[in-house]
């Protein structure tokens, strides 16, 4: 005697028991009549992917008439035992799949959640009316149509009593646990006006005790895959931002030490290809290069004292042009050593020198493959040219500065140590402020041709006084060199007979007449008178008194300025001079006389 079994009342189907039947399908409920209160055949419900069929309840496609037969479809009809129609409304406005017959295939077998405490599984519950509960209509729209490709209902036989169908074999269910009675929903209202507004994806876990989520009972199951995805892309969100940051800053120490260390193996940068050698004749690295094969560094070392200065090679002979105050501390019997680009060394010995000028001419001898340098024109020079000095400033050999010819026709004296005079220089000199220092002295002062146009001398020091670069002063921006025309002839006379004559007018100057211009004296330094009998001056009719304001036009404002003006030119060429006497302006013309310049 079963459970649940009422009193007088027939059995309701039940799924079939997994270990309960090893020899073939469970068989269908029989035909029975309508007086004798047995249900007729049903057909399984067809599967619905989006709801969770009741297991062990079978479908019907339209209530039972009293004589056993299925309505067809679209009846409104009910039979006595309670089942639902076909015509009834669908709440779930299940898509149509198709009018299920007696071979529709049978639902799924669930799994149980847990097996009760017999081992058999629970029968449903029957009323005290003996009448089975009413089983979940089928998913079918109302009077829908046999779907193409679907079977449709066999007619019944002439009996009154439907054959009974096949069922295709349930997978055999190797769990030892016998399946959960299935859950059957709670009927829908027979006339809902709208179905979807009451509808409840969890009815059956409320109307079972467990919903499943496995996936196998559809709308769960779906459910529930879908919040497992949510939450494990809510639980891999978290990792990525921490690996994310991480990262970020583990490149960002990484980068830090490479870019500190210059990377993991050994430093090197980036650096420009090799380029050619050569540079622009005009540039001053091409200046430099003609020219710094012609320019020597000389060391003077004599009895008392020694120096550095600078030189350049006239000809290939051997002669150097540099300055007399470089070579002047050598003396008599000093020592002269010249020191070439190349790095070779030659003794050199005085051809001549002249202190008026500030000029002197050395000799190297044996030495071949020497670079003269070329020689300009000073008269061509104008302010604003540019110029390139080289020298050897503190004895640094090879030195190249840069400047423009800052003025022209600057007379300077320099020297004046000796008592008597007698080494003071007189320089119509060219003014540039390209650097020049101690030991520049003697170097040549370059056009942008290469060509030498001055011979670098003296600078201005810082406390107003005008000396040879000899001493410790710095450059200031204002150096002075000897115009290249002048050192031109000086040197060509001291090559040819070791001293060089000096342009006179033969006259004697009052060196303390403080007034403007340059004043005769009244007597010669030898007692005699201040204007020389027979000379230049006593033959163009001047007189002890007389003011010179100005030579061929260009003012003279001492008498140091009157003789460099005066040896800037050549004995021989012939002056206009400007003068005052007795408050009268005069004018006279003179031809320079000569003299050695010892």
Known sequence: ??????????????????????????????????????????????????????????????SASASGFAPAPGSASASASGFASASDPDPYDTPPYGQPGPWAPAPPVPHPSAPPASGVPPQPDVPASGVPPRPTPPVLPPSAPTAPGMPSQPTPPASGVPPKPAPPAAPAVSSPISPAAPSVPPPAPAHAPDPWARYDPWAVARAGGAARQDGATGAVGAGGAARRRSRARKALVGPAVLLAVVSGLAGGVVGTYLERNGGLGAVELPQAGKEPAGRDPGSVAGIAAKA????????????????TGTGFVLDTRGHIL???????PAGADGVITVTFHSGDTAEATVVGRDSGYDLAVVKVRGVRGLSPVPLGNSDNVRVGDPVVAIGAPFDLAGTVTSGIISATGRPITAGGEEADGSDVSYVDALQTDAPINPGNSGGPLLDAAGRVVGINSAIRSADGSTTPDGGQAGSIGLGFAIPVNQGKRVA??????????????????DMNYAGDGARVGTQGGDGGPAVAEGGPGDKAGLKAGDVITAVDGRRVHSGEELIVRTRAHRPGDRLALTLERDGEVRKVSLTLGSSDGD
């Open 292 to 307: 710094l094969p012609g320019v020597v560094t000389l060391h003077v070392s004599g009895a008392e004292e020694g120096g």
């Open 1 to 62: 005697m079963n459970e649940g079994k009422p009193d007088g009342g027939f059995e309701p189907a039940r799924p079939r028991e997994p270990e309960g039947d090893q020899g073939g399908d469970a068989p269908a409920a029989g035909p029975a009549s309508a007086a004798a209160g047995r249900p007729g055949p049903v057909a399984p419900p067809c599967p619905d992917p989006g709801l969770s069929p009741a297991s062990g309840s079978a479908a019907a496609s339209g």
């Open 492 to 509: 060509e006379e001291l090559i040819a007979t070791g001293h060089a004559t000096h342009p006179v007018i033969g006259v004697t100057l």
């Open 322 to 328: 540099t300055n007399n105050h470089v070579v002047a």
